[in-house]
């Protein structure tokens, strides 16, 4: 047993007060500084906040949230003339190979989903998503900016197994407000999360893999490669059984609990970073949900997004559950392979075991499937 492994469950919860009170936020704002963020002119922002207080922007001073990329997301606080002090967040998302070496042969682009679903947000939608003043899709497919509320000042992140059940147990409704742009023309060009993506899917992480394998020696990296044609068999074939029965809906692509936030008082749910939402299975919401969860949350939590869905097919939601995990197990694997192996990327110190976590979970899930028989 590691160091880490005995220090976490004492600082667990620690951190989780910290991160439900906002404190992390206030000790932060030391490191903000005077001016506006890189994307962002004086003009809009002028607009933006006269449409808000009828006051113009006295002072702005800002820091960047994202921990691994040149571009991203920036948070704002600026004074106005009319005695306001406001705190909104600029998203400057940047898709381009320089930005994110791991986009390279990556069978899907993101980006897209958010524009188009803060673009076309209405009624049900727009309850689960922050309010937003500016987007801008300077290109498709690569760059894309807004400028939206700061949730912190009303919402708190997700902590602890309750957060989790109530998540899990709102996907449902979720995806039933996402109806409502589903019939846009705009929803057409989204990511697909369908059979071909599983064919691409295997082709791109096998590649990132054996590149990882020559650089590093990873048991987990090994232990999937060296079964690789059973694994890629029985996942073909449970996708085939899925994609010939389920319908594609629109889902929000990479909902783990960093990307909800809950009301304070209500306990209403907001979710952002929409930028892997496309179509595909629910079930991909659910796996992203439940990540890094023990084993009976893992089982609650299911158990609760069936009985939502008013499926009645607890078992069938099992087994597209673990397809769905050994698909975004890969996706991940892969994604964070190509980006660790680009000398000139950010990569946080915790990216190897991601890879590594990524490939354990996969073979897991693939034998159980191969069990199941889907």
Same mark, same amino acid.
């Given at each position: 047993m590691n160091l880490s492994s005995l220090v976490d469950p004492i600082l667990r919860p620690i951190k989780d007060t910290i991160k439900a009170m906002g404190l992390k936020e206030t000790v932060l704002r030391l490191s903000y500084r005077r001016g506006i963020p890189p994307g962002l002119d004086q003009e809009t922002l002028g607009r933006i906040v006269w449409e808000i207080t009828a006051g113009e922007v006295k002072s702005v001073s800002f820091r960047q949230m994202s921990g691994w990329k040149k571009s991203g997301?920036? $948070?704002?606080?600026?004074?106005?003339?009319? #005695?306001?002090?406001?705190?909104?967040?600029?998203?400057?998302?940047?898709?381009? &190979?320089?930005?994110?070496?791991?986009?390279?042969?990556?069978?899907?682009?993101?980006?897209?989903?958010?524009?188009?679903?803060?673009?076309?947000?209405? #009624?049900?939608?727009?309850?689960?998503?922050?309010?937003?003043?500016?987007?801008?899709?300077?290109?498709?497919? &690569?760059?894309?900016?807004?400028?939206?509320?700061?949730?912190?000042?009303?919402?708190?992140?997700?902590?602890?197994?309750?957060? $989790?059940?109530?998540?899990?147990?709102?996907?449902?409704?979720?995806?039933?407000s996402f109806r409502r742009i589903a019939a846009h023309p705009d929803t057409h060009k989204l990511l697909r999360f369908d059979r071909d993506f599983t064919e691409r899917l295997l082709v791109y992480c096998r590649k990132s893999l054996e590149a990882n394998q020559g650089a590093q020696s990873r048991s987990a990296i090994d232990a999937l490669l060296n079964d690789w044609t059973n694994f890629a068999a029985v996942f073909r074939a449970s996708a085939d059984a899925i994609y010939r029965s389920e319908p594609l809906i629109l889902v929000h692509g990479d909902c783990n609990i960093s990307n909800a936030?809950?009301?304070?008082?209500? #306990?209403?749910?907001?979710?952002?970073?929409?930028?892997?939402?496309?179509?595909?299975?629910?079930?991909?919401?659910?796996?992203?949900?439940?990540?890094?969860?023990?084993?009976?949350?893992?089982? &609650?939590?299911?158990?609760?997004?069936? &009985?939502?869905?008013?499926?009645?097919?607890?078992? $069938?939601?099992?087994?597209?559950?673990r397809y769905c995990g050994i698909q975004r197990?890969?996706?991940?694997? #892969?994604?964070?392979?190509?980006?660790?192996?680009?000398?000139?990327? $950010?990569?946080?110190?915790?990216?190897?075991?991601?890879?590594?976590?990524?490939?354990?979970?996969?073979?897991?899930?693939?034998?159980?499937?191969?069990?199941?028989?889907?």
């Open positions: 997301a920036y $948070r704002l606080i600026l004074r106005t003339s009319a #005695g306001a002090k406001l705190s909104l967040v600029h998203k400057n998302a940047l898709y381009s &190979r320089d930005e994110i070496p791991a986009l390279a042969g990556l069978p899907i682009t993101p980006g897209l989903g958010e524009y188009v679903f803060f673009k076309h947000s209405m #009624g049900k939608l727009a309850g689960y998503l922050p309010r937003v003043f500016f987007a801008e899709q300077l290109e498709e497919g &690569r760059h894309y900016q807004y400028v939206m509320e700061d949730l912190t000042q009303n919402y708190r992140g997700l902590v602890g197994p309750q957060d $989790r059940i109530n998540l899990c147990r709102t996907l449902p409704d979720m995806h039933a936030m809950c009301h304070m008082a209500t #306990g209403d749910l907001k979710i952002l970073d929409l930028e892997w939402a496309g179509w595909g299975m629910p079930h991909q919401d659910l796996v992203s949900a439940l990540k890094g969860a023990p084993a009976e949350l893992e089982t &609650r939590c299911l158990e609760e997004f069936s &009985r939502s869905q008013g499926s009645g097919r607890l078992d $069938r939601d099992l087994n597209i559950y197990a890969l996706l991940d694997a #892969g994604f964070i392979g190509i980006q660790i192996l680009d000398a000139k990327a $950010r990569t946080p110190k915790w990216f190897p075991r991601i890879i590594n976590d990524s490939c354990t979970k996969a073979l897991e899930l693939s034998r159980l499937l191969q069990i199941s028989k889907i």
